[in-house]
């Protein structure tokens, strides 16, 4: 016999080992030890803290983050950030294996819209995109305006009226 199959019963680890067994009854387990199977089928979970969706920033610099979470273990997210001209950031961060956590990346953004979103992957390649995932609300938007507004007084001029000015027309 060099193979079998077997359902696993539910999500969880496993161990296991092979016990040869030859004619005359001579036994022995694996050289190797044990095995370890890791049957999961959950996808992981997210929600996304910062920026809020649809939100105007005065600032430049923003913390993109977001909490996670699963049942086995996290294996990596990533942002995707998108401008006008394109994908203008993608960071992964490896997660090691935690079961929850806060996760949060700084990017310096110029005047612009944004789109963006996560990617969160667990330790079984199970995979929940915060835009396509059930639930979700698609991709976030963000616009970024850190220039100060132009403005130039035209009239009244900058002057000293000998009449009374107090009715003035713009």
Not at 109 to 137: E, P
Not at 151 to 160: A, V
Request: aromatic content about 12%; some cysteine; hydrophobic content about 35%.
């Amino acid at each position: 016999l060099n193979q079998f199959n077997y359902t696993l019963p539910y999500t969880g680890a496993f161990k296991w080992n092979c016990l040869g067994t030859d004619i005359v009854n001579n036994r022995a387990w694996s050289s190797e030890g044990n095995y370890t199977l890791t049957f999961d089928t959950t996808s992981p979970n997210a929600t996304i803290l910062n920026p809020a969706n649809n939100s105007y920033l005065n600032n430049g610099t923003q913390n993109f983050t977001i909490n996670v979470s699963d049942n086995l273990g996290l294996a990596n997210a990533t942002l995707y950030l998108y401008n006008q001209s394109g994908l203008y950031n993608q960071t992964t961060i490896a997660l090691g294996g935690i079961l929850q956590g806060t996760i949060g990346i700084v990017v310096n953004l110029v005047d612009g819209i944004y789109t963006w979103f996560w990617n969160i992957v667990d330790l079984a390649n199970n995979v929940f995109n915060t835009a396509t995932s059930s639930g979700s609300v698609g991709n976030y938007t963000t616009t970024v305006d850190i220039i100060n507004p132009a403005l130039s007084i035209i009239y009244p001029q900058n002057t000293t009226y000998a009449i009374n000015v107090s009715q003035l027309n713009y």
